[in-house]
């Protein structure tokens, strides 16, 4: 029996995962995420390395330090007793979940039915039919010229209004047989955020929907937009501030227990919070001197990893850089060697085995949900194009590490052959000659706005990960 229900404390399982359902109903985006990461890094000792550098204090072995990039990514680092240039210990996963973000001219009022709505560009791989008729959430951040920020959240609470895009009725759609993702593109993404009209002369709420009904046939126009830009104002938002504004809509609501076993949990952006809040989780409690760790909680996956706040940018390395000179290791060698060097897990979600569409997948090769964490030695798609393809004596070492601490794993494949494909940020570390292999849970419903993950491989993702940052190198 393969199911990990038979030797599991299931209560410290599931109260690991109240933990988690909370970071995840908290964190909704990249910046929400970085914030909430910075915060508990800091109850548990981490100090700010631009405090550090600025002070021109040295670090030494057992300091605990982050480097946050752009607010959008953040980087924790605890030095360990051996050099630097020995390698490190590296846990990274992605904090940017597929969502839907407003163009930078979002607001406008459609002219027959004085609807106003909000213009969306899609981020992210997504289905676009699967973000309509569904409550949905404004998330995000407005940039004045002053150089004030205002924070966005509304529709979390329970007295929040919530957003909604919409989907044709079945009786109006005769022509189903058409793919559901044909008829909905990403030009149809608009999110109906008001009704009723601006009217100048009476402020009540009664009365405006009086107006509304009085008035459908009213000349004067954007009367709809226009109120929505009175509420905004008491947000303090202008309408030029959306040129200056990164506002993401994401599905509303908390995550919760699914199943009446509680064995799953369904929520909003599990890929890849559900890596980063296990390895956030495991860095905190590895009880480990020896080798440096590192924990990168990075944004743009979803994209491929460009920009200074993803993968691709220089700013980890020359974060280490910078750690490597405040610990005495100034030779431009000690760096390339700390790299070089190092062993990572690069921390992310992988498709779960869905009974559902069995046709999709290779029943010997793919992941299931219960069975514990999923390696991938490789990713990619089109005979393997893309993919990080980790070497097989670093899968051996692995393999001793959670034998000896009774972890429990599975080494996946992400379904069929040429059935599609996928990437993650291994193969952008793997540039520096580390050993690195994707690790991650097995979700169902992936890039969907509600994903499914089992809670038995959630605790066993930390678990992995804690014993991997006490990984030998000898
Ligand atoms: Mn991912
Ligand atoms: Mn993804």
Same mark, same amino acid.
């Given at each position: 029996m393969d199911k990990l229900s038979n030797n599991i404390n299931s209560k410290e399982i599931f109260d690991f995962c109240e933990g988690y359902k909370d970071f995840i109903s908290q964190n909704k985006t990249e910046r929400e995420c970085v914030i909430s990461i910075r915060e508990m890094a800091k109850k548990e000792g981490y100090q700010d390395l631009k405090e550090i550098i600025k002070s021109g204090s040295m670090l030494k072995a057992g300091d605990k330090i982050y480097a946050t990039n752009l607010d959008k990514c953040i980087f924790l680092f605890k030095i360990g007793n051996r050099p630097i240039s020995d390698g490190m210990r590296i846990l990274g996963a992605h904090i940017d979940s597929p969502r839907l973000d407003l163009k930078p001219n979002p607001l406008y009022e459609e002219s027959a039915s004085k609807i106003a709505l909000l213009d969306t560009h899609y981020y992210g791989g997504i289905k676009h039919y699967q973000w309509t008729a569904l409550p949905l959430a404004i998330h995000g951040i407005v940039c004045k010229k002053d150089g004030s920020t205002i924070h966005l959240n509304i529709g979390e609470k329970e007295q929040d209004p919530v957003f909604c895009i919409t989907d044709l009725l079945p009786h109006l759609d005769?022509?189903? !047989?058409?793919a559901a993702e044909d008829k909905i593109v990403g030009e149809n993404l608009n999110v109906i955020i008001g009704g009723i009209p601006a009217d100048s002369k009476n402020d009540e709420y009664d009365a405006k929907i009086l107006h509304l009904l009085k008035d459908y046939s009213i000349k004067k126009s954007s009367l709809v937009k226009e109120n929505i830009l009175n509420i905004l104002k008491d947000y303090n938002?202008?309408?030029?501030d959306f040129i200056s504004a990164e506002i993401e809509i994401v599905p509303a609501g908390r995550a919760r227990d699914m199943g009446l076993d509680r064995s799953f949990v369904l929520g909003y952006g599990q890929d890849d919070r559900i890596c980063a809040y296990t390895s956030l989780k495991a860095i905190f409690d590895a009880k480990t001197d020896d080798y440096t760790i590192a924990g990168m909680f990075v944004d743009k996956e979803e994209v491929g990893?460009?920009?200074? !706040?993803?993968?691709?940018?220089l700013f980890f390395e020359d974060m280490i850089a910078e750690i490597a000179a405040l610990i005495g290791e100034t030779s431009p060698l000690a760096l390339r060697r700390a790299l070089r060097n190092s062993y990572m897990l690069s921390s992310d979600v992988t498709a779960g085995f869905d009974p559902n569409y069995?046709?999709?997948?290779d029943v010997n090769n793919d992941a299931y949900l219960g069975r514990g964490i999923s390696f991938n030695k490789y990713t990619g798609s089109r005979?393997?194009?893309?993919a990080n393809d980790a070497s097989p004596e670093y899968i051996a070492k692995l393999r001793d590490l959670l034998d000896k601490e009774g972890i429990k794993y599975q080494l996946t494949e992400m379904g069929k052959i040429d059935q599609g494909g996928g990437g993650t940020i291994a193969y952008i570390t793997a540039n520096y000659g580390m050993n690195v292999i994707d690790c991650g849970c097995p979700l169902l419903n992936m890039h969907a706005p509600w994903e499914i993950s089992s809670k038995a491989d959630i605790y066993e993702a930390y678990k992995c990960y804690k014993a991997f940052l006490t990984l030998k190198s000898e």
């Amino acid at each position: 029996m393969d199911k990990l229900s038979n030797n599991i404390n299931s209560k410290e399982i599931f109260d690991f995962c109240e933990g988690y359902k909370d970071f995840i109903s908290q964190n909704k985006t990249e910046r929400e995420c970085v914030i909430s990461i910075r915060e508990m890094a800091k109850k548990e000792g981490y100090q700010d390395l631009k405090e550090i550098i600025k002070s021109g204090s040295m670090l030494k072995a057992g300091d605990k330090i982050y480097a946050t990039n752009l607010d959008k990514c953040i980087f924790l680092f605890k030095i360990g007793n051996r050099p630097i240039s020995d390698g490190m210990r590296i846990l990274g996963a992605h904090i940017d979940s597929p969502r839907l973000d407003l163009k930078p001219n979002p607001l406008y009022e459609e002219s027959a039915s004085k609807i106003a709505l909000l213009d969306t560009h899609y981020y992210g791989g997504i289905k676009h039919y699967q973000w309509t008729a569904l409550p949905l959430a404004i998330h995000g951040i407005v940039c004045k010229k002053d150089g004030s920020t205002i924070h966005l959240n509304i529709g979390e609470k329970e007295q929040d209004p919530v957003f909604c895009i919409t989907d044709l009725l079945p009786h109006l759609d005769r022509n189903r !047989s058409k793919a559901a993702e044909d008829k909905i593109v990403g030009e149809n993404l608009n999110v109906i955020i008001g009704g009723i009209p601006a009217d100048s002369k009476n402020d009540e709420y009664d009365a405006k929907i009086l107006h509304l009904l009085k008035d459908y046939s009213i000349k004067k126009s954007s009367l709809v937009k226009e109120n929505i830009l009175n509420i905004l104002k008491d947000y303090n938002i202008d309408p030029e501030d959306f040129i200056s504004a990164e506002i993401e809509i994401v599905p509303a609501g908390r995550a919760r227990d699914m199943g009446l076993d509680r064995s799953f949990v369904l929520g909003y952006g599990q890929d890849d919070r559900i890596c980063a809040y296990t390895s956030l989780k495991a860095i905190f409690d590895a009880k480990t001197d020896d080798y440096t760790i590192a924990g990168m909680f990075v944004d743009k996956e979803e994209v491929g990893s460009q920009g200074a !706040s993803g993968m691709q940018s220089l700013f980890f390395e020359d974060m280490i850089a910078e750690i490597a000179a405040l610990i005495g290791e100034t030779s431009p060698l000690a760096l390339r060697r700390a790299l070089r060097n190092s062993y990572m897990l690069s921390s992310d979600v992988t498709a779960g085995f869905d009974p559902n569409y069995a046709a999709a997948f290779d029943v010997n090769n793919d992941a299931y949900l219960g069975r514990g964490i999923s390696f991938n030695k490789y990713t990619g798609s089109r005979g393997k194009s893309g993919a990080n393809d980790a070497s097989p004596e670093y899968i051996a070492k692995l393999r001793d590490l959670l034998d000896k601490e009774g972890i429990k794993y599975q080494l996946t494949e992400m379904g069929k052959i040429d059935q599609g494909g996928g990437g993650t940020i291994a193969y952008i570390t793997a540039n520096y000659g580390m050993n690195v292999i994707d690790c991650g849970c097995p979700l169902l419903n992936m890039h969907a706005p509600w994903e499914i993950s089992s809670k038995a491989d959630i605790y066993e993702a930390y678990k992995c990960y804690k014993a991997f940052l006490t990984l030998k190198s000898e």
